[in-house]
């Protein structure tokens, strides 16, 4: 993949407005097809030296082109090759029938495939633009295949995902290795398609960069190029308050622990300095746990309120093991003209009116990361979870929309998505990150780089990569409190 493409994430739509582009531009189309068939078989060659036979399954359109000439190649090579089809080939159009009609080998169809001790499937039915449920010949044919334990190779995405969403649409091949072409798309990285593509590999087929970019939304993949010149060295003359503020809210005292695990998070991701506001219940329980965080009594709204005239509190965490009502509600609307971070409870305390929220935010001229897991945005976002024709991209970005928030909608594919449509997908975060107090942490990371004066989206973004890197530093074995040590200097 070329370095200047490598963070880009295309919908199939936007793959088929920028190969209509690229024919329109001059470029011959059936030569970018020629060149992505013959990207399969040097990956088939390469990653397969041991097959016994190559069993490519050809679809009903360009995808099935691709295949067609995949297989010419591999016999060219000297392979086995058996090819079986899906439907007429004598009904082709346009480039597949061109690849067709260059394929000299015989074809069967696909009913007539049975699995062998040797055999390595190519996986040329349907691409990534696939957003039907599957027919029933060819479900079967997939549930037979991944029975017997053959390995797939998947050219653009597993057959039986829809590219856009990564849902299964059916059944779908479980495919050891996929390859596509100048991009990767939603599917390769929304779950469930994630754990179906095996290692993804992308090939430059010849579309000229600049037809890529102008094609391209505005979705991406997440990594540090995103907040390039926000990390970096401290001047000499820093101190702790250009560093940055950050306050987290404590809840009672049976259920002080997760704001500690933000503080301590916070002070670690880079934050000058970090405070507990805790009620006076809860204020000796913290003060005895905590160091180089320090501890503020706050009880009520009005005490907040009073604190607020310091302008120097630069960012907000609040709802780890804050509780849910009234309390959380008055404290978060307080907030919402300055930098805050809402999660956990502060986000289920909305339940029954979010509108409340989202018109603060609009009026409030602040800026909100909201962190809320499947359950919390359902309960936040109702009718934007319970659409099911969405991608939770989609799903995120209405949400933003709707919010006039940050939204890190977190899970082992999380997207963070911003008002202006904006979004990035995390592919960094292994899965011991599933552990009790692992968002608590997320939280203090994003907290930190409030206030130290991040836009909200690039903080979010920021936070949600190093706590994946942390997770992959920590291990197997890793808690909240050994994943807070593992956090990686901001890029």
């Known amino acids: 993949m070329r370095s200047d493409l490598q963070h880009l994430l295309i919908t199939p739509a936007e793959m088929t407005a920028i190969d209509r582009a690229a024919a329109q531009s001059g470029i011959d189309s059936f030569t970018l097809m020629h060149n992505a068939g013959l990207a399969v078989t040097a990956a088939a060659l390469r990653h397969f ?13 360009n995808n099935g082109g691709d295949g067609y000439i995949a297989a010419r190649g591999l016999a060219e090579s000297g392979a086995d090759v058996a090819v079986f089809v899906l439907g007429d080939p004598a009904r082709l159009q346009g480039d597949a029938a061109r690849a067709w009609s260059d394929w000299s080998g015989p074809a069967a169809p696909i009913s007539a495939f049975e699995p062998q001790a040797g055999d390595v499937v190519i996986d040329a039915l349907f691409g ?3 957003s039907r449920d599957l027919p029933d010949d060819v479900v079967h044919l997939i549930e037979r295949v991944n029975a017997s334990g053959v390995p797939v190779l998947a050219i653009d995405l597993p057959s039986g995902i829809d590219g856009r969403t990564g849902e299964i649409r059916g059944a779908a091949f479980a495919a050891r290795h996929t390859v596509t072409f100048m991009a990767p798309k939603p599917g390769h990285w929304l779950l469930p398609g994630r754990s179906l593509c095996g290692t993804l590999e992308v090939f430059d087929i010849g ?13 991406r993949l997440n990594a540090p190029f995103l907040w390039a010149g926000w990390g970096g060295g401290l001047a000499a003359s820093t101190h702790k308050f250009k560093r940055g503020h950050l306050v987290v809210f404590s809840g009672d005292r049976q259920a002080t622990g997760a704001a500690r695990l933000s503080a301590a998070a916070g002070l670690a991701a880079g934050a000058g300095l970090v405070t507990v506001a ?39 965490v609040l709802g780890p093991g804050f509780g849910i009502g009234k309390k959380a509600r008055d404290f978060a609307l307080a907030l919402c003209d300055r930098s805050l971070v809402l999660d956990a409870d502060g986000i289920t305390s909305f339940q029954t009116n979010p509108g409340e929220l989202f018109a603060a935010l609009a009026k409030g001229g602040g800026q909100m990361v909201m962190t809320p897991h499947d359950g919390e945005f359902a309960r936040l976002f109702p009718e934007i979870a319970g659409d099911h024709g969405l991608s939770k991209i989609e799903k995120a970005q209405a949400a933003a929309r709707a919010s006039h928030a940050v939204i890190v909608y977190k899970g082992a594919d999380t997207v963070v998505a911003a008002p202006d449509g904006r979004a990035v997908v995390n592919n960094n975060a292994p899965p011991w990150l599933a552990t009790a107090g692992s968002g608590d942490v997320l939280a203090g990371i994003v907290g930190a780089h409030l206030a130290k004066g991040m836009p909200a989206f690039e903080a ?14 920590a291990g197997p074995g890793l808690t909240a409190e050994t994943l807070i040590g593992a956090i990686p200097p901001i890029s």
Do not use: Y
Request: hydrophobic fraction near 50%; glycine fraction near 14%.
């Open 49 to 61: 030296p041991d097959a016994r036979r190559f069993v490519v399954l050809c679809g009903p359109g």
């Open 128 to 130: 990534a633009g696939l």
């Open 207 to 219: 579309i000229p960069a600049r037809i890529v970019r102008a094609g391209a939304g505005s979705l």
């Open 278 to 316: 805790t009620g006076k219940a809860a204020l000796g329980i913290n003060a005895s746990h905590l160091t180089a965080v320090m501890v503020k009594e706050i009880d009520g709204r009005r005490e907040l309120t009073k604190w607020l005239q310091d302008q120097r509190l630069g960012s907000f």
């Open 460 to 473: 979010a973004a920021a936070a949600v990569w190093r706590h994946g890197a942390a997770g992959a530093k």
